[in-house]
């Protein structure tokens, strides 16, 4: 078997999240092989009975063996929501401050017979703790994933903290690094599920296309914004109706103008959260359209050294920060 204490050996760097699972295999600081299935958390939440995920774990290993003969000796490590209590198996979350070595020494090796008779280790998350007094919860949070997506880009990037990393998606995380590059604070938004349930679950369903663009209308997403920041998201959620009824805005614009709503009503109040008030410089990373509307948007709302992420290190991100924790488990 191959060990993590050479930096050349393969491993396969598995992650799952809300909605998707993907298996990566990784050698000399590369993904040379991938397999992904459209199967997430969301699914084993609402599954009636077994367990989706550890099948779409389990057939994303299959296949990364079948497309490279490295895989079938590679080390497995597993993170993001893999590892929460929807996932595969619960690992506990490390509490912040963490890095690369406060994580190392809080993951769990373990073996999933029903995925593979291979020992798999599953990395933590991150909790940031909740502050004193009553309402002391209201400041926790917690992550699971972001922190190998934040520790490998910063080893892509040859980084070094303080600043903030933004991850839009399902679950929207702004993480803050602290000098020593460790997790120091999060705070998430659920912006990628509120924008699909509205979409799909209320009134406004009928006024929006199938599916979200790609490439929204810029125009709609930024009136959209503005309005959401003027108005509040309810008000601007109705006036995507409105907008049908009164045929101001195509289909395409309207959903532009959705999401720019959503995303414009998280970005005025995350303005003002101490996170973002420290003066630090911002990285964004995730898919486009959403990394360069989060630019913009931050931007707009008062923060001046804000930077995307480019394609390649946030496709690559977080399996080489899963591959780096994984290797300091064995090394320290």
Same mark, same amino acid.
């Given at each position: 078997?191959? =060990?993590? $204490?050479?930096?050349?050996?393969?491993?396969?760097? %598995?992650? *799952?999240?809300? @909605?998707?699972?993907? #298996?990566?295999? /990784?050698?000399? &600081?590369?993904?040379?092989?991938? !397999?992904?299935?459209?199967?997430?958390?969301?699914?084993?939440?609402?599954?009636?009975?077994?367990?989706?995920?550890?099948?779409?774990?389990?057939?994303?290993?299959?296949?990364?063996?079948?497309?490279?003969?490295? $895989?079938?000796?590679?080390?497995?490590?597993?993170? &993001?929501?893999?590892?929460?209590?929807?996932?595969?198996?619960?690992?506990?979350?490390? %509490?912040?401050? #963490?890095?690369?070595?406060?994580?190392?020494?809080?993951?769990?090796?373990?073996?999933?017979?029903?995925?593979?008779?291979?020992?798999?280790? %599953?990395?933590?998350?991150?909790?940031?703790?909740?502050?004193? *007094?009553?309402?002391?919860?209201?400041?926790?949070?917690?992550?699971? *994933?972001?922190?190998?997506?934040?520790?490998?880009?910063?080893?892509?990037?040859?980084? !070094?903290?303080? %600043?903030?990393?933004?991850?839009?998606?399902?679950? =929207? +995380?702004?993480?803050?690094?602290?000098?020593?590059?460790?997790?120091?604070?999060?705070? !998430?938004?659920?912006?990628?599920?509120? @924008?699909?349930?509205?979409?799909?679950? @209320?009134?406004?369903? +009928?006024?929006?296309?199938?599916?979200?663009?790609?490439?929204?209308?810029?125009?709609?997403?930024?009136?959209?914004?503005?309005?959401?920041?003027?108005?509040?998201?309810?008000?601007? #959620?109705?006036?995507?109706?409105?907008?049908?009824?009164?045929?101001?805005?195509?289909?395409?614009?309207?959903?532009?103008?959705?999401? &720019?709503?959503?995303?414009?009503?998280?970005?005025?109040?995350?303005?003002?959260?101490?996170?973002?008030?420290?003066?630090?410089?911002?990285?964004?990373?995730?898919?486009?359209?959403?990394?360069?509307?989060? /630019?913009? *948007?931050? +931007?707009?709302?008062?923060?001046?050294?804000?930077?995307?992420?480019?394609?390649?290190? @946030?496709?690559?991100?977080?399996?080489?920060?899963?591959?780096?924790?994984?290797?300091?488990?064995?090394?320290?």
């Amino acid at each position: 078997m191959t =060990t993590f $204490a050479n930096n050349a050996a393969a491993v396969i760097a %598995l992650d *799952g999240g809300t @909605t998707n699972t993907r #298996a990566r295999l /990784v050698e000399n &600081g590369q993904v040379i092989a991938e !397999t992904r299935r459209a199967v997430g958390v969301r699914d084993r939440a609402i599954s009636a009975s077994g367990s989706p995920v550890a099948q779409a774990v389990r057939e994303c290993l299959d296949e990364l063996e079948t497309l490279n003969s490295r $895989a079938r000796d590679a080390e497995i490590v597993a993170s &993001g929501m893999l590892t929460s209590e929807v996932g595969l198996r619960a690992v506990p979350h490390a %509490l912040a401050p #963490a890095g690369l070595i406060e994580l190392a020494r809080a993951s769990v090796v373990t073996t999933i017979p029903e995925i593979t008779d291979r020992p798999i280790r %599953l990395i933590p998350g991150v909790c940031t703790p909740p502050a004193d *007094g009553p309402t002391g919860w209201l400041s926790c949070d917690i992550m699971r *994933g972001e922190e190998c997506e934040t520790l490998g880009t910063l080893a892509l990037l040859d980084r !070094t903290g303080p %600043l903030i990393m933004v991850w839009p998606g399902s679950h =929207t +995380k702004y993480v803050e690094i602290d000098e020593l590059n460790r997790i120091v604070s999060s705070h !998430t938004c659920l912006t990628g599920e509120l @924008t699909m349930t509205i979409a799909r679950q @209320t009134l406004i369903a +009928k006024s929006l296309p199938e599916t979200l663009p790609e490439t929204p209308d810029q125009a709609a997403l930024i009136l959209g914004r503005n309005v959401s920041y003027e108005k509040g998201l309810s008000r601007a #959620a109705f006036l995507v109706r409105i907008a049908d009824v009164q045929g101001v805005l195509s289909p395409h614009e309207r959903a532009s103008f959705w999401v &720019g709503a959503v995303i414009g009503d998280e970005l005025a109040r995350v303005a003002g959260h101490p996170i973002l008030k420290k003066g630090y410089a911002v990285l964004v990373g995730g898919r486009e359209p959403q990394r360069s509307t989060y /630019v913009e *948007g931050l +931007k707009c709302a008062g923060l001046s050294d804000v930077t995307a992420l480019d394609d390649k290190t @946030t496709a690559i991100a977080a399996a080489l920060g899963a591959v780096a924790i994984a290797r300091e488990s064995i090394l320290s």
